[in-house]
């Protein structure tokens, strides 16, 4: 097997030598006249997730096609555990689990039977099949409509049957292709810790989204796909880190005391730029412990902070940023990653919601351009956003 | 590989039982086949040149075995076409499943249903003609093959006609196209002599003549007419052999050129 090396994609796992368990190399797809993919290469490496990134026909779902075997490639190679997907398309399929865009069960079968006909189909005998079957539906937490046809589940249970139904013959890759679209909130979360805990496990896994938030939580490392093309492509912090500085947004009670708040941080050196609809103060930070002085200059000035938020761009910023400029020469910033301990939320009478359940992001996001609301119209949830600096 | 075909068969079955109104007019279909046709054509009387003692219902009652087997090979097809809608085939392409093994189940279970439903039709025009068969048992065990086997050649047809079009209404239109030609211009119901010359030229050249023909020899025990058996058989594997191997090409083609 071929790893690739420091100049790879994935420069975040450039160079390392853990199994690179999904290999694209060069890949592009036509479809008549059409060239849906053009030269896309990534890797991913055991026990990790790549997300990849883009808009409706950036081509995503033609590349998952590909790595699953469904697709011939025009020109290129793939290699899932080292198979390669043209030659040998039997043993990449024994070892990979697809979630589609569309919820691929059978709606005529009930959750059970689906379970059943994929773990047969795999060659268990009926009884293993059975056994198999209740072990992931106990799993999935779908026990109470295993019964039921699957045509009358909601979209939320067919996902997560669907997802079941990909991990029936304990694939050792996973391709989820947009798994989240159209789900609520709270099914959304729940299917981001089941993939979470795959993960843990040893599950390599590739997923596409629209969904910036999710790849943010979920990913490893994330290839940007725009037009066929892997237009950028690293770890989060580091296209956030491309996508330019990292703000300090102070909010506070009074008009008065923002207008005395401005004069003092602008007095300090600071670039201070007023957002009178949420009277706020917004600056840009250079060195992380600005924002300590920053708490410090107000303090003691007497201006009481009703809220300070530290945050890396978005990934809607990065996105934003490479779909302005598709070499992606965005400024690049020094990552500093937590808000400094002593910068706590002072006097919060609002709180604002917190992220409901799963990991929070390396660093906090805030989202700096009113315009950027790109993961809110894709329907991200509402915790995506700003959030307070140092939540109680 | 036997697996898989088998657990694709039974589900196949099962989801054709699932929906309670395909099975009535599944039932209801050979039967309305069965007693309207030959009651319409029993009223042009016995055409000339029948063999004595034979009635127009007898004449028929071949004919109306192997049209509604070729009816049934073409639900065959059209469910290909449902099948592909259903969410499951993506996931059956990513599995270490072929595909020839979900056509093979499909083709399997709609023989099952042919069966069933020929085996209805017998059983009803027993009970309301009696003695039908001057073959006896075994002409009619040859006969029910002999409809069953174009019936399954001709379903693998129809699997590469919905595996090509993808399309319900296109392909039912140019089923129903092939429905009416086939059927029509045979020797289903008038002899083949008998017909108008373009007809007759068609007839000539149209597969169900000879299936028809051999079932009707053996049903009627006609003198001679165990040498229709094997060109009927032969003529049936050939064209089951091509249109499986067109079904199963035009099946691989990607799924995308299936999405609505």
């Known amino acids: 097997m071929r790893v690739r090396d420091g100049k790879g994609p994935l420069t975040g796992y450039g160079g390392r030598s853990a199994e690179i368990m999904i290999e694209a190399d060069q890949i592009s797809k036509d479809f008549g006249t059409v060239r849906a993919l053009k030269s896309v290469s990534i890797a991913v490496p055991k026990g990790t997730v790549l997300a990849l990134l883009g808009h409706n026909g950036s081509g995503k779902t033609t590349l998952v096609n590909i790595l699953t075997t469904a697709l011939p490639p025009s020109s290129g190679q793939a290699r899932i555990a080292g198979f390669n997907v043209s030659k040998q398309p039997r043993e990449v399929r024994k070892r990979i689990g697809l979630t589609g865009q569309f919820a691929s069960v059978d709606g005529q079968l009930t959750g059970r039977s689906n379970l059943i006909l994929i773990a047969r189909l795999l060659g268990a005998d009926r009884r293993a099949a059975r056994d198999r079957a209740d072990t992931l539906l106990e799993l999935f937490g779908l026990q109470d409509v295993a019964p039921r046809r699957a045509a009358t589940y909601s979209g939320g249970l067919r996902r997560r049957l669907d997802l079941a139904m990909s991990l029936v013959g304990h694939p050792e890759v996973i391709f989820l292709d947009e798994p989240t679209a159209g789900l609520d909130p709270a099914s959304r979360i729940e299917l981001w810790k089941l993939v979470q805990s795959l993960v843990a496990e040893g599950t390599t896994v590739l997923l596409t989204t629209q969904i910036l938030d999710e790849a943010d939580r979920l990913a490893d490392s994330i290839a940007v796909l725009s037009a066929g093309v892997v237009v950028a492509s690293g770890t989060p912090a580091e296209l956030k880190a491309r996508a330019g500085q990292r703000t300090v947004t102070v909010t506070l009670t009074t008009i008065e005391q923002t207008s005395a708040a401005m004069v003092v941080l602008a007095h300090a050196g600071l670039e201070p730029e007023l957002d009178r609809k949420r009277n706020a103060i917004v600056m840009p930070i250079r060195a992380t412990e600005k924002v300590a002085s920053v708490v410090t200059l107000l303090d003691r000035a007497g201006i009481e902070v009703h809220e300070l938020t530290f945050g890396h761009p978005s990934l809607d910023d990065v996105y934003l940023a490479i779909a302005a400029q598709p070499t992606g020469q965005a400024a690049h910033v020094n990552g500093g990653s937590a808000v400094p301990p002593g910068v706590r939320r002072q006097g919060g009478a609002h709180e604002r919601a917190s992220q409901p359940g799963g990991p929070q992001p390396a660093g906090r996001l805030q989202r700096r351009r009113p315009g950027a609301d790109m993961a809110r119209q894709l329907g991200a949830h509402p915790g995506n956003g700003a959030h307070p600096a140092g939540g109680a | ?260």
């Open chain 2, 1 to 260: 590989m036997l697996t898989q075909v088998t657990v694709l068969t039974r589900r196949a079955v099962l989801d054709y039982l699932s929906d309670p109104r395909q099975v009535v007019t599944g039932l209801v279909q050979p039967v309305i086949w069965l007693f309207l046709l030959t009651s319409l054509f029993s009223k042009f009387g016995r055409p000339p040149g029948f063999p004595p003692g034979v009635s127009y219902f007898d004449y028929v009652l071949p004919a109306v075995l192997v049209n509604n087997a070729l009816q049934a090979s073409q639900q065959t097809g059209t469910g290909l076409i449902e099948e592909l809608r259903n969410g499951i085939v993506p996931r059956l392409r990513s599995l270490p499943v072929l595909p020839s093994s979900l056509l093979t189940a499909r083709s399997i279970a709609g023989l099952l249903r042919t069966a069933v439903q020929s085996l209805i039709m017998i059983a009803l025009a027993q009970l309301t003609h009696g003695n039908l068969s001057r073959g006896g048992l075994a002409g009619l065990t040859v006969s029910l093959g002999l409809t069953l086997l174009i019936g399954w050649s001709l379903g693998w047809v129809f699997l590469a006609v919905s595996a090509w079009i993808r399309r319900t209404d296109t392909v039912q239109n140019l089923s129903f196209m092939m429905l009416f030609i086939l059927t029509f211009a045979s020797s289903a119901y008038v002899p083949v002599r008998d017909l108008p010359t373009v007809l007759r030229v068609v007839a000539t050249g149209n597969p169900l003549t000879y299936a028809i023909n051999a079932t009707r020899t053996i049903l009627l025990h006609t003198p001679g007419g165990t040498g229709a058996i094997g060109p009927a058989i032969l003529i049936s594997l050939v064209i089951g052999a091509a249109g499986t191997f067109a079904a199963v090409l035009l099946f691989r083609r990607p799924l995308e050129m299936t999405r609505r």
